[in-house]
Protein backbone atom coordinates (compact mmCIF):
# COMPACT_ATOMS: atom_id res chain seq x y z
CA UNK A 1 0.00 0.00 0.00
CA UNK A 2 1.19 3.17 -1.18
CA UNK A 3 1.13 6.36 1.36
CA UNK A 4 0.07 9.80 -0.15
CA UNK A 5 2.77 12.19 0.17
CA UNK A 6 2.63 14.92 2.78
CA UNK A 7 3.82 18.27 2.37
CA UNK A 8 5.11 19.23 6.14
CA UNK A 9 5.63 22.91 5.22
CA UNK A 10 1.32 23.62 4.59
CA UNK A 11 0.99 21.06 7.77
CA UNK A 12 3.21 23.14 9.74
CA UNK A 13 1.69 26.07 8.16
CA UNK A 14 -1.99 25.20 8.70
CA UNK A 15 -0.96 24.43 12.55
CA UNK A 16 0.66 27.34 13.46
CA UNK A 17 -2.26 29.73 11.80
CA UNK A 18 -4.42 27.08 13.86
CA UNK A 19 -2.83 28.22 17.13
CA UNK A 20 -2.02 31.53 16.18
CA UNK A 21 -5.94 32.04 16.00
CA UNK A 22 -6.56 30.18 19.24
CA UNK A 23 -3.89 32.85 21.32
CA UNK A 24 -6.24 35.72 19.71
CA UNK A 25 -9.58 33.93 20.98
CA UNK A 26 -8.61 33.13 24.60
CA UNK A 27 -6.48 35.89 24.43
CA UNK A 28 -3.53 34.31 26.51
CA UNK A 29 0.07 33.93 25.42
CA UNK A 30 0.62 30.76 23.54
CA UNK A 31 4.30 29.41 22.75
CA UNK A 32 4.61 26.63 19.63
CA UNK A 33 7.82 24.86 19.73
CA UNK A 34 8.61 22.63 17.46
CA UNK A 35 12.14 21.02 16.12
CA UNK A 36 15.03 21.47 12.93
CA UNK A 37 16.68 24.20 13.68
CA UNK A 38 16.77 26.96 16.34
CA UNK A 39 14.77 30.03 15.80
CA UNK A 40 12.39 32.22 17.77
CA UNK A 41 9.96 34.96 15.56
CA UNK A 42 6.18 36.13 15.77
CA UNK A 43 5.19 34.95 12.12
CA UNK A 44 1.97 36.70 12.65
CA UNK A 45 0.82 40.46 13.91
CA UNK A 46 -1.28 38.57 16.90
CA UNK A 47 2.10 39.87 19.56
CA UNK A 48 0.46 36.83 21.91
CA UNK A 49 1.31 34.10 19.93
CA UNK A 50 5.21 32.91 19.45
CA UNK A 51 6.90 30.42 17.43
CA UNK A 52 10.06 28.26 18.90
CA UNK A 53 12.06 26.07 16.32
CA UNK A 54 14.50 24.29 18.80
CA UNK A 55 17.45 21.93 18.07
CA UNK A 56 16.88 18.67 15.76
CA UNK A 57 17.94 15.31 15.72
CA UNK A 58 21.25 15.82 14.67
CA UNK A 59 21.84 18.51 16.95
CA UNK A 60 21.61 17.75 20.28
CA UNK A 61 21.26 21.23 22.42
CA UNK A 62 18.38 22.67 24.53
CA UNK A 63 16.20 25.26 25.90
CA UNK A 64 15.85 27.07 29.15
CA UNK A 65 12.02 28.04 28.53
CA UNK A 66 10.83 30.46 31.87
CA UNK A 67 7.32 31.63 32.40
CA UNK A 68 6.79 34.50 34.37
CA UNK A 69 3.46 35.75 34.28
CA UNK A 70 4.12 39.11 35.76
CA UNK A 71 6.76 40.45 32.36
CA UNK A 72 5.91 41.98 29.13
CA UNK A 73 6.25 38.53 26.97
CA UNK A 74 5.51 36.15 29.36
CA UNK A 75 8.31 33.72 28.28
CA UNK A 76 11.65 34.15 28.00
CA UNK A 77 13.88 31.23 25.90
CA UNK A 78 17.52 30.82 26.35
CA UNK A 79 19.60 28.33 24.33
CA UNK A 80 21.78 25.92 25.93
CA UNK A 81 24.82 24.63 23.78
CA UNK A 82 26.29 21.25 24.62
CA UNK A 83 29.84 21.83 23.82
CA UNK A 84 30.24 18.14 23.10
CA UNK A 85 27.27 17.81 20.33
CA UNK A 86 29.02 20.60 18.10
CA UNK A 87 31.21 18.16 16.26
Same mark, same amino acid.
Given at each position: ?????????? +??????S?????S????? #? +???V???F?F?? !??? /??? $? #? /?? +??????????? $????V?? !????V? /??? !????? /??L?
Amino acid at each position: MTRPAINVAT +VLNTSTSRYENESHVCGR #F +VVLVHDHFFFID !QPY /SNL $L #F /SR +VQTYGETKVHW $LKVRVDP !QSTGVF /SIE !QKIVR /SNLQ
